[in-house]
């Protein structure tokens, strides 16, 4: 009789071989067949690609840097309930607020549908890579790059830089994988942003690795005073509860889960 952790552990390669074929169905209907294998390669060991490349997806054209998880974040089948619902929802809004945009996947979707993007990101080799993919796509009418992240004030901070793993850089401790590095935050209230200013309809999607609360509290004023705002948020590292608890300061809003780590929540009259 198979044991429970037996069990697990077939479950685990089972998902894993799952998820990589979602990957492999991207990179054949690209032609990408050297993704292939590095995603093969990186299923089996944790090792990525060795060179620098440029490749095309299903998500648009990415500059991919070596020895990361570049090509995972450039693939349509990553983070695929979030993408999904996203592409719903970018229809109904004027303006995206990427926050922690890393290499700029959402807010290369979202200028292919015509949606004008605010994308932030503090990490300057992401920050690098962000414009490369942008120039790529021809999107530089549609997409405004900032390099600093938001938070509840104007600062200056240490973050820890993991190599392989860029957009996980996070200015906590615990995450101590590689180079410490000193990045720009801004209060998103006090940027006054004319794009924000003239819209009524803005989608927002926040995912910086625990800090998502210094955010939401930076753009307090905003969330506030616009009547049609929907956010995405990754869960993960502040906690579900904690984000709706301070969400519901302002103003009324409905939630709804998108995964396990990701929740929605939009504003309601």
């Known amino acids: 009789m198979m044991s429970s952790i037996e069990n697990l552990s077939y479950l685990n390669i089972f998902r894993k071989f799952f998820i990589f ?15 292939i294998w590095i995603s093969f390669k990186y299923l089996i060991s944790k090792q990525s690609n060795v060179k620098n490349m440029l490749v095309k997806t299903n998500n648009g054209i990415f500059f991919i840097r070596k020895n990361t998880i570049d090509f995972k974040l450039a693939n349509s089948a990553y983070e695929i309930s979030v993408l999904k619902r996203f592409k719903a929802l970018l229809p109904l809004y004027q303006v995206f607020i990427d926050v922690g945009a890393n290499i700029g996947t959402y807010s290369l979707i979202a ?38 992240g938001l938070s509840e004030k104007k600062e200056q901070v ?3 830089f993991d190599p392989l793993k860029p957009g996980a850089s996070s200015i906590h401790p615990h995450k101590r994988m590689g180079d410490i590095i000193n990045v720009q935050l801004e209060e998103f209230d006090q940027l006054g942003l004319n794009e924000i200013e003239m819209a009524e309809n ?3 999607k926040i995912d910086i690795e625990g800090m998502e609360l210094n955010a939401l509290k930076g753009m307090r004023k905003m969330l506030n005073q616009k009547k049609n705002i929907c956010l995405i948020i990754e869960t993960k590292h502040s906690g579900a509860k904690n984000i709706k608890k301070l969400i519901k300061e302002y103003g009324n809003y409905e939630f709804e889960n998108i995964d396990e780590f990701n929740m ?6």
């Open 202 to 204: 803005i989608l927002i």
């Open 158 to 160: 240490d973050f820890n």
């Open 21 to 35: 074929l979602r990957y492999l169905s991207d990179n054949l209907s690209n032609n990408e067949y050297k993704l």
């Open 111 to 148: 200028a292919r549908y015509g949606v004008k993007s605010i994308a932030f990101e503090p990490i300057p080799s992401n920050f690098c890579s962000l414009k490369k993919n942008i120039k790529l796509n021809n999107f530089d009418n549609l997409i405004q790059p900032l390099m600093f």
């Open 264 to 269: 929605l929540a939009i504003k309601t009259i």
